[in-house]
């Protein structure tokens, strides 16, 4: 109901017209976020402050990490991602900008390419335990709906692979 008398404010005020279609996808975006909310008791159960940290896979395991990242002031989403080894260390990563989408879709887009570099187990971890799949989501928020792939880290997120790989404790709020 919400979407529709927006809509219609937006064509008696301004004389912008919105395409069905785009609502249709606004209402499907709309209605997976509130049942996400519901189904992670987010509305009935207030949230508890907690310890959260990176943790690696065994021997001789890879791991892929994955966040989605949405920049309210643009409306722009973005998603990135590593992959590490048992050590916590740099394998691979990449960082993608989706352009104007939902938190969610930013999220799936983020796992959907992980999952074109890894073999192995896809694990998201709390961003507090994700802080470098939280830094390569957010990185590339410039992109022109490309997608870049790194065989290095980058520079900045050393300190972060860093702290993960020790065992670096983050409280979660």
Same mark, same amino acid.
């Given at each position: ?28 975006? =709309?209605?997976? $976020?509130?049942? !996400?909310?519901?189904? *992670? ?6 949230? #508890?402050? /907690? ?12 791991? =892929?990490?994955? $966040?989605?990242? !949405?920049?309210?002031? *643009? ?6 991602? #590593?992959? /590490? ?28 390419i992980g999952l074109q570099l890894a073999l192995e187990l896809v694990q998201h971890t709390l961003r507090e335990g994700n802080t470098a799949a939280d830094f390569m989501a957010s990185i590339e928020q410039d ?31």
């Amino acid at each position: 109901m919400a979407l529709r008398m927006k809509s219609r404010n937006a064509l008696i005020f301004n004389n912008k017209r919105t395409p069905p279609h785009v609502l249709f996808q606004q209402a499907c975006s =709309l209605a997976i $976020d509130t049942r !996400l909310a519901l189904a *992670s008791n987010i509305l009935t159960h207030p949230r #508890l402050p /907690r310890w959260i940290r990176w943790f690696p896979l065994d021997f001789p395991f890879l791991k =892929l990490n994955t $966040d989605g990242a !949405l920049n309210h002031s *643009s409306g722009r989403a973005s998603a990135g991602g #590593l992959i /590490r080894d048992h050590g916590g260390r740099w394998i691979h990563g990449f960082a993608i900008n989706i352009g104007p989408q939902t938190s969610y879709m930013a999220e799936l887009w983020g796992r959907w390419i992980g999952l074109q570099l890894a073999l192995e187990l896809v694990q998201h971890t709390l961003r507090e335990g994700n802080t470098a799949a939280d830094f390569m989501a957010s990185i590339e928020q410039d992109l022109n709906h490309n997608t870049a792939f790194f065989s290095t880290p980058p520079p900045d997120i050393n300190s972060l692979l860093h702290g993960d790989s020790v065992g670096t404790l983050f409280l979660r709020i």
